[in-house]
């Protein structure tokens, strides 16, 4: 069989500046498959009512100067629309249908009756790629093509996409008595249209921006869209990338309405099961599922109460059993959605069930965040200690919304904090300068700082976790991440779990542990650990063992250290300490004396 004739090079570099910025364009075919309109003329005056946008000197470029691509069904205007938006962006207008008719040399329905719909697609794929890689411009596709996985692709790395969402009754009207529509010739319009959207529309809502548009007029719908490119931010992503894999940790507000756009390219199908924390499900569920529902990905929701308790064999088991009960697959994804206890614990359920499931976090507290949702360390706890049953077991994708932190109390936002200050201490000196200054705000829910905090504490343990993914150097690498933790398992351990401290409080009092124990061994200049507790008091974090909520008597030295010595960091029988030399400036040791061990707990306010 012949093949689709190959894509000779544009007419034209760059189309003029004076001709209405549309690309040259060949006569719509009347038989074109997806019955597109025909090209209407270029906008009258739109662009002399208003200058440009996005453009002016200081600003920041429309869509982040990429291309602007427009999707949606027949009937939803892309092309009027698409002119209009050109001339009011100062950019060239093209029409990838018109391309490929011009670079075929024959209509797009004589292309499919000649070739058919498999080298149609191929030849679209090449003529969007090569438009994508020149100059930015605004790209109405025909309604097929954002349903093709490669040129989905393509666009979603190469150009900021737009969905222009009509209702039904508006396309109605919209194609009614238009005979050169041959797809709505096979039937009844509104069946056929109906069939489509309920086809494509979970698959448009990949799509970057979102417009909804009805009965309003052309101009009101391109300032809509205009309005929409320029307040779009793209979320940050933070790449990890290990020996065998690579996911992003995607950072930003909001996210959670967009949760099936984002994780839908990186679903072995669309369908999860979901793990959700009660109080977390009970503030966010409905968001979450929202977004799922846009991208038509199918979900089973379980919950699991709140707390370090739910961190247990028969939990694990109580989860396994639902998700088989549900009749998940191989390729369904487990979503962790709640805080560093949901993470460890759906982690380990995903590891282990039908030997290993694909997995994602949806971190929600600013620990989760900032440390145990990167990484792929999952487990849960025994009547031995913490952690010691789990797996590494990577995600393919964290998604940090922001956004759900504004809900957080302050105590559970200074136990994430914890974390990040911890990150300084291990080999970022500029961060913890960067807590130093920004630490009180932060605290106070500054929104713009919280999202730095993640970016930042995320690109730090992406960098660790890249270097050393199981914790298998000896000296240095990933086991540098339990600065203070050895000290905050015992603590934890001690109270039982009950809540009393939480992981990133008995963190903070670790840290402060472990620099203590630093100085004490001449390891590190007291200097360091006054500027420790300096910050940690400014910031209102507990940075020792007197006060501590609801206990009473005090703490036994003996009893704690008797926690440490059931650790998994023990080396050979002996307990390797994560120390400093200075700030940014952590190392391992395993000759720790338990004499001076004793001797920091006690000075802390342990008996």
Known sequence: MSRFPAETPPAEAAPPADAARTAPEAPRAAGHPEGKAAATAAPDGLAGRAPPIGGGSGSRP?????????????????TTVGRRLAALLDRPFVDADAEIERAAGIGIADIFERYGEAEFRRGERQVIRRLLAGPPVVLATGGGAFMDD???????????????????????????GRTHRPLLNQGNPRDILSALMERRHPVYAEADVIVDCSEE?????????????EEWRPPARVPVSLRDHRYDVVVGH?????????????????RVAVIADEQVASLHL?????????????FHTVTVPGGERSKNIGEFGRLAESLLAAGIERRTTVVAFGGGVIGDLAGFVA??????????????????????SVGGKTGINTRQGKNLLGAFHQPIMVLADTDVLGTLPGRELRAGYAEVVKAGLISEPELFAWCERHGSALLQGDPALLAEAVQRACRFKAAVVGADEREEKTDGGRVLLNLGHTFA???????????????????????????????RLGDCPPAALERLRAHLTATGMPDGLRGLTGQSPPLEAERLIGHMAGDK???????????????????????????????????????
């Open 217 to 229: 007029g052309v101009e009101q719908t391109t300032r809509a869209v205009a309005g929409a490119l």
């Open 286 to 298: 409905a968001a979450l599922e929202h977004g799922l529902q846009q991208a038509g990905i199918r």
């Open 351 to 372: 590891s282990a069930t039908l030997r290993g499931l694909p997995f994602v976090q949806i971190p929600t507290t600013l620990l989760s965040q900032v440390d145990s």
């Open 569 to 607: 960091k023990m080396r050979d029988g002996r307990l390797s300490f994560v120390l400093v030399r200075g700030i940014g400036q952590a190392f391992t040791r395993n000759d720790v004396p338990p004499a001076l061990v004793r001797e920091v707990l006690e000075a802390a306010g342990a008996t």
């Open 62 to 78: 429309i869509a982040g100067g990429r291309p602007v691509v427009l999707v949606g069904l027949m009937g939803a205007g892309k």
């Open 150 to 176: 490669e040129t989905r692709r393509a666009i979603r790395q190469n150009a900021v996409s737009v969905w222009l969402r009509c209702p039904l009754n508006t396309l109605l009207r919209r194609v009614a």
């Open 489 to 519: 398992h015992a603590l934890e351990a001690e109270m039982n779990y009950d809540g009393r401290l939480l992981h990133g409080e008995a963190v903070s009092i670790g840290l402060v542990l472990a620099l203590d124990l630093s100085v």
């Open 254 to 270: 909001g996210l959670l309405r967009r949760a099936g756009a984002l994780l839908a390219p990186v679903l072995p199908q669309k």
